[in-house]
Structures are given as C-alpha cells and as structure tokens.
C-alpha cells in the first residue's frame, strides 16, 4: 500500500461503489477532494452547479433516474443549509442519496468556528444516518456503510461530515469490495395468505409505490395483475411503476385523482399496497384509508419493518423488497374467473377516457398540449416537475409507459423540476426530457439552467405561467373567497431569461403557437425554454379560479 491523503481515499471508495458523478457547489473546505476528483477526471467527474439546493435535487433526481445512489458534495454551514432541502425530498421520497459535507478542522470544533455546525443534531431527523469521519484510514468503512445504508430497507439519504484536515491525512489502508444492497425476500406463507385474502375479496386494489423496484419486479406486478385481473393504482407521484396503458391500471391516487379512482379506493375491501406507505399524499389526508385502523383489509408489503403498523393497522404486514413480493406473487397467484374482472375493465376505460378533456381556461389549452405530448413523446421520454396545480398536467394527463420516467418530489417541494430535468439528461442524453415548471416553482431554481448550459444538454422547459402560486390563491379563493393575499407574481421575460444564460427561449401565446415551438425543441441540441402564458384564469385540468368563486 501507498500513503494516500483523506481526499483520495474518499474518491478511490466512491469509484469501489460504482459512482461515477457528484453534483455539487465547490467550497474550499474540501479541496483536497476536488484536486483528487481531477486526478480520477477520467473516471469521475463533477457537475458544477449553481446553488446546493438544485445539486441536491440533482443527486435525488439522478438517483431516481439511474436507480443507483445519488452524490452530492457541498460545503459546511450555509451550503449544507442549502442542501438541506433535497435530503428532505430524499427521505420522503425514500431515494437513495448520500451528501458529502466538508467540514471545519477537526481541532476547532464546538468553538463556533467558521460556518460551523453539527451535523448530526441539524440532518439527523430528515436521514436515515449521520456521521464524521475523523480517521482517514476509516473513510472506506463509512462510505460502505453510506451505501448499504442509503440503498437496504426503505432506501433513504445519508450525510458524511468531513474535516478538511482530516481530507488532508495520509493513511495506509485498502479499498473494500463494494458495498451490496441488501435484499428481503417473502415468506412463501405470507404470499399463501395474499391469494386466501383476495380469494375472499369483492373489489380488491394494488397500490404501488416505493423506489427500490427492479425491471424483474416491474414486469412481475404487471403479470401478477394482468393475471388475476386485479386493478392497479399507482401511489402519489409513482406514475412510471406500471405501463399506464395496461389493462389494469386505472390511475394515479393522490390530489389530482379521478374521481372514479377516489371512489373505488374508499370503497375497496382489500388494499395490497406494494412498497408504497400509504402516506397521506396518496390517500387524500387518510380520507381514503382510515388511520389507524383502515375499513378494507389491508395488505402492506414493505422493505422496512419499521414502517409496518407505525401509521396503519394491517391485516398482513411482509417484510420484503417489493419486487421480490412481485415475483413470487406472479408465480403464486392465480384466482379463477375472479369477480371483479369488469369492474377492472370498466375503471381502466374510464380513467383513458378522462385524459381527453374539454376546452381549458386560458389563450393556451393546456388540455390539447398534453393530448400532443401524449401523442409524440417516445416511451422512454423523461418527465420532470416540482409542486404547484400546474404539475396536474404531467402528473395527471400524461400515460407514462416506461420505468424511471417521472421525477418529481414526493414531499412537495417547489424548485425540483429544472435541476431533475438536469440530471436526467446528464444521465440519459440520448433521452426527450421534458421539464414542467409554474411561475412560481421555475424562479426557485430556474438559474441551473446555467448547468445544463455549461454541459451541453437539452432538456425542454416549459414554463405554465399563470402569474401566481396558484395552488394556495386556489385555497385561498376556496377559504377566503375575493380575498387573496400574498399570491400574485409579476414575472419576467421567461424566454429572455433562457436566452440570457445561452438556452434557447420562446412564448407560445396561444395553443396553435404551441405544436411548431415544441418540434423545434424536439430538434434542437440546445436547452429550451418555452413559455406558456395560460393567463390567470388557468390553475390545472378542469380548474379556474374566477373572482368570489372556485369551480373544480
């Protein structure tokens, strides 16, 4: 062995796991790290971007994309702070992402040094493990134990604080093997007692959500479903777990649902909820399924056996990898002529009807927008947005066909949609990247298209501006009709912005402007911005706010 400083022996381990990019902000608490990383520029590379908030939507949209963990490396104090919002959607969203912090010199701690801060107190809550490394020679440990920890069980973030001065130690130590995933299987009992519940059932309904899926797992459910002809919804924002146009799948549960939905799920009498948690988000507040003790039985398959029973009372609770549930179940279960074979029929009819709406408000319909991207975009397109009414456009009209092809946070949180449609990109360049973004959620972290830029990628933003945060000035007409406050924006020129930074802007002012605008993009090997004045009367499918009233 060779003495190495801390700095390499940190990128030596994170190429041992396979990673190969890290977003991040530079700062000179680890500088060391970053001359290491251009030493391994063949092999690693890091994408500079320019706030730590759009690099930690990056890592959790990479990782999401990729299915491998997401990187991001900032700076102490304020960088992390920054940062701190995509370790929330990560652990949320249950992503696998590991941030790398650099850190104070070990000897100056709890003196109120420079941007200094502890760690384990501040991110502890919002990930599943908080460290520093102090020795060199352990850096190879803790980065094996980041990985195991971020991807085994329900996947989750991590944060590693790291001394500069410790960065700048020589050790002596080896690289280790790469750290597994570890993996659950069901217990073939657990799979038995699935086929004698849905044996019993009326109107059963899988509900898929989680992140750990494998494309084995993915085309397991839809031959364990196909098979019984049992309906399939996918969880909030889990769109891409299922062909949206399989015989099965009647959409989407969540805010945004249709109503044929809501009303199946609330009346169902057993629920297999296959990676998803049931959270909130996809059972409107628990309105659909009751907390603790849900009225339909309920079958909660989960990676993590922490999460089983914390928030709802199962009939069955497995401990297992989705997937793995999946397989065994494709193989497993097999109901005859099962009663509810039309109703799966009649409900999967009406959910691709209701994707072809009426006229929409505003000089721009979004409805006929979304039936052209329905239309064109390839299977293995790209789908990004943040939060906002006017994500009910991806997240509710548009048929996602292949794995990996939405992005978007689970926690709600405004911003992600320009830094995700980065990193997917940055993944897949060969790939249609389209980015949805509101007024309100595009100036959050609209400047990464500084990034995209800079590395020569072409993801389509469009931009649906109504000239407001839409979703509270909708709660608000609702609760406080013709007294809206705090929710009108004066916006810039969106497509000057784009084109301020060396992207390519344009404004489709009316539907027809639209089609022509988008195929240029299409074309184009230039990121795009396209504009969409709706005008202030447009707040998502079938919505629009007039004054003292709200019509949904």
């Not at 963990?69 to 959607?89: E, K, Y």
Request: charged share 20%; hydrophobic share 40%.
């Amino acid at each position: 062995m060779t003495s190495r400083t801390g700095g390499k022996i940190l990128i030596d381990a994170l190429l041992a796991n396979g990673a190969d990019t890290i977003f991040g902000v530079p700062g000179e608490s680890y500088l060391e790290a970053l001359d290491a990383i251009y030493e391994k520029r063949n092999r690693m590379r890091f994408i500079t971007c320019r706030q730590e908030g759009g690099a930690a939507y990056m890592a959790d949209a990479w990782a999401n994309a990729t299915g491998n963990p997401g990187i991001c490396f900032v700076t102490r104090g304020p960088g992390v702070t920054n940062a701190s919002i995509g370790l929330h959607t990560a652990y949320q969203g249950s992503t696998p992402l590991i941030l790398l912090i650099g850190q104070i010199p070990r000897h100056q701690v709890e003196r109120e040094a420079f941007q200094e801060i502890d760690y384990r107190q501040m991110l502890g809550p919002i990930t599943k493990w908080v460290a520093q490394v102090d020795d060199a020679a352990r850096l190879p440990e803790f980065i094996n134990r980041a990985f195991r920890v971020a991807t085994s069980g329900r996947p989750g973030p991590v944060a590693l604080a790291l001394p500069e001065d410790m960065l700048l130690e020589l050790a002596d130590v080896e690289d280790l093997p790469p750290a597994p995933k570890t993996t659950t299987n069901p217990d073939i009992g657990d799979v038995e007692r699935v086929s004698e519940l849905l044996k019993s059932a009326h109107r059963p309904l899988i509900v898929l959500g989680g992140t750990n899926w494998s494309d084995e797992g993915r085309i397991a459910v839809h031959q364990f479903a196909e098979r019984n002809k049992i309906p399939v919804a996918t969880g909030f924002r889990r769109h891409c777990l299922i062909d949206n146009v399989h015989p099965c799948y009647i959409g989407n549960l969540g805010f945004g649902s249709f109503p044929s939905l809501l009303d199946y799920a609330r009346d169902c009498d057993l629920i297999i909820a296959i990676g998803s948690r049931l959270a909130d988000a996809t059972v409107r507040k628990y309105t659909l399924v009751n907390a603790p003790n849900p009225k339909q039985k309920l079958v909660h398959i989960l990676p993590s056996a922490e999460d089983l029973g914390r928030v709802l009372v199962p009939e069955l609770a497995i401990n297992c990898d989705p997937d793995r549930f999946a397989e065994w179940a494709s193989r497993s279960i097999d109901i005859d002529n099962p009663p509810w074979g039309d109703e799966t029929k009649r409900l999967a009819a009406e959910f691709q009807a209701a994707l072809f709406l009426g006229p929409q408000a505003g000089p721009v319909d979004m409805g006929k927008v979304m039936e052209y991207l329905r239309a064109t975009l390839p299977e293995d397109a790209i789908l990004t947005n943040g939060a906002g009414n006017y994500a009910d456009w991806p997240n509710k009209m548009f048929t996602y066909r292949g794995a990996r092809t939405t992005l978007a946070p689970v926690s709600g949180a405004m911003g992600y949609s320009v830094p995700s449609a980065v990193a997917a990109k940055m993944a897949f360049p060969e790939r249609v990247v389209v980015s949805f973004s509101g007024d309100g959620d595009f100036l959050m972290n609209g400047q990464e298209i500084a990034t995209a830029v800079q590395y020569g990628l072409n993801p389509i933003i469009l931009v649906i501006n109504n000239g407001s945060y839409g979703t509270i000035r909708m709660h608000q007409e609702r609760e406080y009709p013709g007294r809206s406050s705090g929710t009108d924006l004066i916006n810039p020129d969106f497509a000057a912005y784009a084109r301020a930074f060396g992207a390519i802007g344009e404004t489709v002012e009316n539907t027809d402007e639209f089609i022509p605008i988008f195929e240029r993009a299409l074309k184009s090997k230039q990121a795009t911005l396209i504009e969409m004045q709706v005008g202030p009367e447009s707040f998502g499918p079938d919505r629009r706010i007039l004054a003292n009233t709200n019509s949904n």
